[in-house]
T-cell receptor, first 109, second 114 residues
Framework: NAGVTQTPKFQVLKTGQSMTLQCAQDMNHEYMSWYRQDPGMGLRLIHYSVGAGITDQGEVPNGYNVSRSTTEDFPLRLLSAAPSQTSVYFC????????FGSGTRLTVV | AQSVTQPDIHITVSEGASLELRCNYSYGATPYLFWYVQSPGQGLQLLLKYFSGDTLVQGIKGFEAEFKRSQSSFNLRKPSVHWSDAAEYFCAVGTSSNTGKLIFGQGTTLQVKP
């Protein structure tokens, strides 16, 4: 029972590059979210999904895209990375409480 | 709009001492309240949650929290801290029990002295 799996765990990007952060869950939870964590700011919601085919913006969506073609997968895309997107990214499922992945530490240089 | 404030950025306690981490929220209706713990390099783990009913809720690892509506608070407590409790603790508030649109506080880092 893996729970929420995020890949990669670490990534360094150059400004302007694109990449996709992968997130997969095996708990059959409908609700999934992406958060970013920055020092002194807690976690801020980027995008969320209430089920396959349905996504919506959170508090800080600019510069990020998501899609939800299956219940299991919820990838986060950075179209043109910027240094301000240097952060730790967490994917999570919600079912009366969050289950978090172990995070992706992204550095944009 | 909801907001969450954790007044203490960093707390140091001695092993075996009692612990209280403060959390104040702002929300006009009945809040749904959570405490999470994050060990270094790890994701967040749910300690406990309050949806309704008894205002004193018990969680994992010997933690408890009390919801006080009059004070808009949801403070986390533990009678005797262990060295393994050193971590960062986050309070969060939501507007519904079955959606994940939570607002997190800034976090409190707990250091435990031997």
């Amino acid at each position: 029972n893996a729970g929420v799996t995020q890949t990669p765990k670490f990534q360094v990007l150059k400004t302007g590059q694109s990449m996709t952060l992968q997130c997969a869950q095996d708990m059959n939870h409908e609700y999934m979210s992406w958060y970013r964590q920055d020092p002194g700011m807690g976690l801020r919601l980027i995008h969320y999904s209430v089920g396959a085919g349905i996504t919506d913006q959170g508090e800080v969506p600019n510069g990020y895209n998501v899609s939800r073609s299956t219940t299991e997968d919820f990838p986060l895309r950075l179209l043109s990375a910027a240094p301000s997107q240097t952060s730790v990214y967490f994917c999570a499922t919600f079912n009366y409480g969050y289950t978090f992945g172990s995070g992706t530490r992204l550095t944009v240089v | 709009a909801q907001s969450v404030t954790q007044p203490d950025i960093h707390i140091t306690v001695s092993e075996g001492a009692s612990l209280e981490l403060r959390c104040n929220y702002s929300y006009g209706a009945t809040p749904y309240l959570f405490w999470y713990v994050q060990s270094p390099g790890q994701g967040l783990q749910l300690l406990l949650k309050y949806f309704s009913g008894d205002t004193l809720v018990q969680g994992i690892k010997g933690f408890e929290a009390e919801f006080k509506r009059s004070q808009s608070s949801f403070n986390l407590r533990k009678p005797s801290v262990h060295w393994s409790d050193a971590a960062e603790y986050f309070c969060a508030v939501g507007t519904s029990s079955n959606t994940g649109k939570l607002i997190f506080g800034q976090g409190t880092t707990l250091q435990v002295k031997p």
